[in-house]
């Protein structure tokens, strides 16, 4: 089932408070299978209930599609298991490794290589045979790029080229790396062909300096995310888009203002494309 509209990641932090959700509030859902898998009981039954009310898409975090470790075939077919018992078809994951002899839990960035981005194409091939799905890659926020023999967007796009795979395009990560690394984030966005597109998402950083951001998806969006959102939606049309908070919850009011604030400016766009 294609995506539409507005979602929010599913947290535990928020499961009780978002009990009451309807799909006026929002469109889909996201969760990390890693965090659901096996899970059982009553927070088992409390999240089968949220399937069973709204579309979800999957977001993982420990694939590790860049790693030189051996890929864990194990654990995609227990991806493969948990999306097939929740009816869910999209799954993305973070173009970046987090594993070498064993689990580092950071998101440490693929050197910019050609060799490189062959050999992740390839392992996304093996991973959508096991998953039969499409597996769809998300730019990631990094703070160092060791080996760079290209661009960021450079080597997104090659791996997206080889794989033939789609992008989950996170605004605030194009912003992010756009000051940690000195890059024009509007040309980014610009530059990815829409046909790749899936998704998108948007959320919230921490300003550790002028010159270093940190993705933390612990704060309210800030007003150069959004204005890239507008963009995207200007050059791409409106896509679905999805806001994170993995922490520092607020009430459910003000995480709702976010999603509608999405809502409006999906609307805004679609008003502004009709009459164009």
Not at 36 to 47: D, P, T
Not at 255 to 265: A, D, Y
Request: charged letters at 20%.
């Amino acid at each position: 089932m294609a995506l539409q509209g507005s979602g929010l990641g599913l947290r535990r932090g928020m499961m009780d408070d978002l009990a009451g959700l309807s799909n006026q509030d929002v469109d889909f859902l996201e969760v990390a299978p890693e965090n659901w898998i096996g899970v059982g009981g009553r927070l088992g039954k409390a999240f089968r209930e949220f399937t069973e009310r709204f579309p979800f898409a999957c977001h993982g975090l420990s694939l590790s599609i860049g790693s030189s470790d051996k890929l864990d075939v194990s654990f995609v077919k227990e991806v493969k298991g948990f999306l097939d018992v929740h009816q869910i078809d999209i799954y993305s994951e973070h173009l970046s490794y987090c594993s070498h002899d064993g689990h580092m839990y950071d998101l440490m960035p693929i050197p910019f290589t050609l060799p490189a981005a062959k050999y992740v194409a390839d392992r996304i091939a093996q991973v959508q045979d096991i998953l039969q799905r499409p597996l769809i890659m998300e730019n990631v926020s990094t703070y160092a790029s060791p080996g760079q023999e290209m661009s960021e967007l450079e080597f997104l796009l090659e791996v997206v080229e080889r794989a033939d795979c789609k992008i989950l395009l996170d605004v605030n990560n194009v912003y992010v790396n756009s000051i940690n690394h000195g890059f024009d984030a509007r040309h980014y966005i610009q530059s990815i062909p829409s046909k790749h597109i899936e998704y998108l998402h948007i959320a919230g950083h921490y300003d550790e300096a002028p010159d270093l951001l940190v993705d933390t998806h612990g704060a309210s969006i800030k007003p150069p995310v959004w204005e890239l959102l507008q963009l995207s939606y200007d050059v791409h049309g409106v896509l679905p888009t999805l806001l994170e908070r993995d922490f520092n919850f607020p009430c459910v009011n003000e995480l709702m203002s976010e999603v509608n604030q999405i809502k409006h400016f999906q609307q805004e766009a679609c008003r502004e494309q009709t009459l164009a």
